[in-house]
């Protein structure tokens, strides 16, 4: 088997509960990302159809149902956003985002892309936060302004020369680049943007939250307007919201790092660094959770759930939930798990 093939799968999304949308990135090749869907009730032969995106570190997809369209960001701030079978399609570079392109001011990377109702959000380093505005009809229409305002840091000085990545690290530690990794909410004017701090946004202001710990949270999952939950570093998960206020589910002995969270089935299922875990509204706990698998999940860092299907989607290792069978996805460019 070729290694140079072998993906790492960075982000993922459902179109529906049986199609997945993956972004991938090449093992040996990081800056060239691949797209791929995996459709075995469509494309029973040929499950698995990926497209290359040379140039592309991918970082986030997800599906905008309200639109039907499918949204691709790469960590510059370049954004695909294209329709079923690939019409519409449009390509756009939100203006000073990123690093080393050539719109770059000095902000860093951004991190997320998500859609909550009839707005399309990115979100990155330096706390940007960028909405896509559009006629709702032609993509070429669209364009990405930034809605941080304030909360914005300023521009970061020129990164290092060189391929040097403790260089690089050192330069994002000695500028205090504030990174956000995920954004949603219930509502427009109810937003919550979440990394190394959280913020709020009521439709006029950003305001930062302050909450029962300090540490950086990765996800976020709206159950309504009144119940959000934050997850993050040594096991943080905090249920509630910005009016008023947040709890902390979390026991003193976790010190896993959550990296993703989703209600599936009564139960809040959460991915991290060490394992998978969910947390049960009955005992409140949070608990180690075993699937049906052999050998059990090996990697699981994005959490989906659609129609009945909770899908679980590692750096390798791909699997769906029906509620009672967990069944694992060989992807067809890497080694499978057994």
Not at 161 to 169: M, V
Not at 305 to 318: E, N, P, Q, R, T
Request: hydrophobic residues 40%; glycine residues 10%.
């Amino acid at each position: 088997m070729n290694r140079d093939i072998f993906r790492s799968t960075q982000s993922a999304c459902l179109v529906e509960s049986d199609l997945p949308l993956l972004v991938e990135v090449l093992d040996a090749f990081e800056d060239n990302g691949v797209i791929s869907t995996y459709a075995p009730r469509l494309r029973p032969g040929r499950p698995w159809r990926s497209q290359m995106v040379e140039g592309w570190y991918l970082v986030s997809a997800y599906f905008w149902a309200q639109s039907e369209l499918r949204c691709i960001l790469g960590r510059e701030g370049q954004v695909n956003i294209y329709g079923p079978g690939g019409k519409p399609d449009h390509i756009y570079q939100i203006p000073e985002a990123g690093v080393f392109g050539d719109a770059a001011i000095g902000l860093g990377y951004v991190n997320r892309i998500r859609a909550v109702g009839d707005q399309l959000y990115v979100c990155g380093q330096s706390r940007q936060v960028y909405r896509f505005e559009w006629d709702g009809k032609d993509l070429a229409t669209g364009r990405w302004v930034d809605m941080a305002g304030s909360m914005r840091q300023p521009p970061m000085p020129a990164p290092p020369e060189g391929d040097n990545e403790d260089a690089f690290d050192a330069w994002l530690d000695d500028n205090n680049a504030i990174d956000l990794v995920d954004i949603k909410g219930p509502d427009i004017n109810d937003l919550y943007a979440v990394g190394d701090e959280t913020w709020h946004w009521n439709g006029e202001t950003w305001r930062q939250l302050s909450l029962p710990t300090d540490e950086p949270f990765a996800a976020i999952k709206v159950l309504n307007a009144d119940e959000i939950v934050l997850v993050g570093y040594n096991g943080s998960v905090l249920w509630g919201n910005a009016r008023d206020g947040f709890r902390d589910l979390s026991g003193i002995e976790d010190n896993q790092n959550y990296t993703a969270v989703e209600w599936f089935d009564g139960r809040l299922f959460l991915a991290s660094n060490v394992g998978f875990f969910t947390y049960d509204l009955t005992t409140r706990r949070i608990a180690p959770y075993r699937t049906s698998l052999s050998p059990d999940l090996v990697d699981t860092h994005h959490l989906e759930a659609k129609d009945g299907i909770l899908w679980s989607f590692g750096f390798k290792d791909l699997a769906y939930f029906d509620g009672t069978i967990w069944t694992r996805v060989d992807h067809p460019d890497n080694p499978p798990i057994r």
